[in-house]
């Protein structure tokens, strides 16, 4: 007699499949699960790093630095103003790296640029300071450059070549640091942080404890959307007080509240896609997932004002976490830089409504 085949019951099989795609899914997104539940679950465990002690920034057009509002700060006026000098590691930002130094000219005696012919994650790109120098001619009067061309070998981890990098920009300020006379006021901060030049003005004007931790408001990919004000890694080293760890954080001393600038991601889209896979110390944040790269999403992501890599805010309470979580565009322009302003129609994509990133001309990439 046949054996007849039976078909399973539905009530084993269902919850089989079903277990097959929780292994499956969790298999596949393990890196997207995990930022999940850490970022949801911040608030509860974590604490912010960075100085406590925040001092507040007075600031009004046409005020001069001078020893009422050095007090006002709890500083002293110094007798002479000392030099300053702005540190930079370069990768791609020419349009912030332009933007940055017309904002400082007027306050920066000698600007300071390292740049390589390799990504933080070890792969080739051009030296596109170097291939666009004519763009930034009228500073060139004040331009120490260097190539770190062949000088710091790939390492397998990006954050271990962006420090190697780091140490070369501290020999490289060493080299030119005065046997004696005045010794500089010297900021260290990424491009994408952009200080002001008021900022900076008070204090050359002011004795302030070294090194001063610079606390800027933050925008995703334009001023049109404001996300928060809790960066502090800029900071400005006296040269004169001897030199501290540069590039890391001195936790005895304080953090200024600087109506300065950080904006992130201000790339075309064809160069946000080239950098943001493989270039920055940050690109394991694509957790695999290739078609966060798409272009046509990472314009309506831009455009929306969305996270780019689909992560939750980073916040370290609730009420930052929901604030962050949907942003609302400004229309409030106050305090960007004057530069930005002169030369808004090339820079519309900086500004409320010139989301659009394509079709730029090839010498603003």
Known sequence: ??????????????????????????????????????????????????????????????????????????????????????????????????????????????????????????????????????????????????????????????????GNHRNEMTKLLRAHIPPSGDQPLVIFSDTDELPSAHTIQLLKSCHFPTPLHLRMRTYLYSFEWPYGDTSWRAQVHDWSKGLTLLWAWEEEQPCSRRRWLALLFLLPISGRVRNQDAGYSHADRIGGVKRILDRKRIQRVICEGEDIYNMLPEAYTYRDFFALLWLEPSRSMVGIPRFLIENSSRFKFLLPGGCQREGRPDNME
């Open 1 to 162: 007699m046949a054996v007849r085949w039976k078909p399973p019951r539905t009530r084993t099989a269902v919850p089989t499949l079903l277990l097959i795609f929780v292994i499956s899914y969790t298999w596949l997104y393990s890196y997207q699960l995990r930022n999940f539940f850490s970022y949801v679950s911040r608030p509860l465990w974590d604490q912010p790093d960075g100085p406590n002690n925040i001092l507040p920034h007075y600031h009004a057009d046409g005020l001069l630095p001078d020893a009422k509002v050095c007090a006002l700060h709890g500083w002293e006026a110094r007798s002479t103003q000392p030099p300053v000098w702005d540190a930079v590691l370069f990768t791609t930002e020419l349009d912030l790296l332009e933007i940055r130094w017309s904002e400082l000219d007027s306050v920066v005696d000698k600007f300071f640029l390292l740049e390589n012919n390799m990504t933080f994650t070890g792969r080739p790109k051009s030296q596109d300071f170097s291939l666009n120098s004519q763009r930034f001619a009228r500073f060139k009067h004040k331009l120490v450059y260097g190539s770190l061309a062949g000088v710091i070998p790939p390492a397998a981890e990006p954050f271990e070549v962006e």
